[in-house]
């Protein structure tokens, strides 16, 4: 059975900074790994594609967070992080990982930011 377990989210002021831990557990192998990644869902929102790197090192992010949000990743240790600074209020939302293998997608049960102006 695989768990992905975030850390991280709570309140910031606008212009601050969080980073969002998520680490695996259970049956997943690093060499399988495809992609980890980060999603979010706004109230009222669909969740959307915030960040995501794979397995050679190669990252994507959305544009609303470019320049703003670092990921990174550790197959290996099955671990993804998100950097976030300069934060601002529409960046409120829950964050789920992500993680892509070659058999299946796992997701997190989501860590809550909340950014207050």
Same mark, same amino acid.
């Given at each position: 059975q695989v768990? @992905?377990?975030e850390s991280g989210g709570g309140l910031v002021q606008?212009?601050?900074? @969080?980073r969002l831990s998520c680490?695996?557990?259970?049956?997943?192998?690093?060499f399988i790994i495809k992609?980890?990644?980060?999603y979010r869902q706004g109230p009222?929102?669909?969740r959307e594609l915030v960040a995501f790197?794979?397995?050679d090192g190669s990252t994507k992010y959305a544009d609303s967070v470019k320049g703003r949000f670092t990921i990174s990743g550790d197959n290996a240790k099955r671990t993804v992080y998100l950097q976030m600074n300069s934060l601002k209020p529409e960046d409120t939302a829950v964050y789920y990982c992500k993680i892509v293998t070659v058999f299946n997608?796992?997701?997190?049960?989501g860590t809550q930011v909340t950014v207050s102006s």
């Open positions: 768990q @992905l377990v606008a212009g601050g900074s @969080l680490a695996a557990s259970g049956s997943i192998f690093s992609t980890m990644g980060w009222g929102n669909q790197v794979t397995s997608d796992y997701w997190g049960q």
